[in-house]
Each structure stands twice: as structure tokens, then as C-alpha cells.
């Protein structure tokens, strides 16, 4: 029974280093750039050993996508929580996705696109994040940084549409994430805030 429970541990704690492994290289080099073969010789185990854990690369990848999202979302969660207005939890937003930028390639995003499987989960986490995205404008109402007379459902769906935009056209590529947040996202952003929300805005980005 105890050798049973070794052999288990060893199994999840492999499949973990595995995952932590592949990641990297798929952030740092690309998705399509690395091999199976690569990963296995990473970790110095055998390709049927690595082919034993995960059947082929996109498994892998939708394993290591939907471990990532749980994990950054449960951390977000919890530093919104302690937000004292919406503002601040625009700070954590920015410096979130600024960090992220410097760690991975372009490559990433443009090859990830490919994986039909993927997609269509972010999609779906997405849209079961529309709530309590609607919840953080409200929030920005009642606090009184953003402006009360505007239909936010339309405004939700012009965020919708400049995240499409980025993708599909791949400006990640072009521009950095502080570039197309400044010049897309918080220019949309600025448009429905109150002078105080304007004002609280400006130290975001021009005050870090």
C-alpha cells in the first residue's frame, strides 16, 4: 500500500513538473517551436513516459491553459477583495497584464489561436465572467467613478469587440500591452468615467 502511495506521488508530482516545464517553453519560445521530444529531454524522462502522463501536445497545452487561468483568477479574486474602490483594482488589472507581456513571446498568442479546443474554452470562461464584469461597472457607478446615465450592456460589448480586434489582428505583435492598453482599452474606459474616475485614472497610467 505505501509503495502504491509513492508511486502515486511521484506520478502527480512528475506531471506537475512536467506541466510547469511545458509552459515555459510554450510562453517563452512559442507553442509550435517546442516538441514533445524537447520536454521529455527538459525533464530527462522518456517520451513514453512523458506520452503515458499526456497523449499529445494539446492536451498538455489545455491543461497548462486551464491550471493558469484557475490560478491567476483565484489570485485576482483575492487582491480585488482587498480593493478599497475600482481603481485600485485597475492598478492590479494593469500591472497584471504588464507582467504577463514581459514573459511571454508573441509566438504564444499567435500559435495558440490555432488549437480550436483552447479557444472555445476561453470563450466560455469569458462569457462566465460577463456577470461579474457587469458587478465591477456597477461597482464603478455607485462609487462614483464611472458615469450613471450609460447602457453598460453595450458598453461590455464594445470591450468585446476591441478584445476581438487585438487578437484577430494580432497587434500584440506589433505594440506592446502598455501601447494598446493605453491607446485602446483605457482611452474606451476613459470615455464613461466621471471627472473623479478621470482624474483616478491618470495616476494609473501616468503615475506608476
Not at 34 to 43: C, H
Not at 80 to 88: D, H, K, L, P
Amino acid at each position: 500500500m505505501q509503495e502504491s502511495k509513492n508511486i502515486s506521488a511521484y506520478r502527480q508530482s512528475l506531471k506537475e513538473r512536467i506541466l510547469a516545464t511545458a509552459m515555459d517553453a510554450f510562453t517563452h519560445r512559442g507553442i509550435k517551436a517546442v516538441r514533445m521530444d524537447d520536454i521529455a529531454q527538459a525533464l530527462q524522462i522518456s517520451k513514453r513516459t512523458l506520452y503515458e502522463i499526456y497523449a499529445n501536445k494539446e492536451d498538455l497545452l489545455f491543461e497548462g491553459i486551464t491550471t493558469y487561468h484557475r490560478q491567476k483568477a483565484t489570485a485576482f479574486v483575492a487582491y480585488a477583495e482587498g480593493c478599497s474602490n475600482v481603481m485600485e483594482i485597475i492598478l492590479g488589472f494593469y500591472r497584471q497584464k504588464v507582467e504577463e507581456s514581459r514573459q511571454i513571446n508573441p509566438l504564444f498568442y499567435t500559435d495558440l489561436q490555432k488549437y480550436s479546443k483552447i479557444v472555445e474554452y476561453m470563450r466560455e470562461e469569458h462569457n462566465r465572467n460577463h456577470e461579474q464584469f457587469m458587478d465591477f461597472l456597477q461597482r464603478g457607478v455607485d462609487e462614483g467613478y464611472f458615469l450613471p446615465s450609460l447602457n453598460y450592456g453595450i458598453v461590455s460589448r464594445v470591450f468585446d469587440a476591441l478584445g476581438h480586434y487585438i487578437m484577430d489582428s494580432h497587434l500584440y505583435t506589433q505594440y506592446t500591452v502598455e501601447e494598446l492598453l493605453s491607446n485602446l482599452i483605457f482611452i474606451s474606459l476613459r470615455g464613461f468615467c466621471t471627472e473623479k474616475g478621470m482624474q483616478s485614472l491618470d495616476k494609473v497610467l501616468y503615475k506608476q
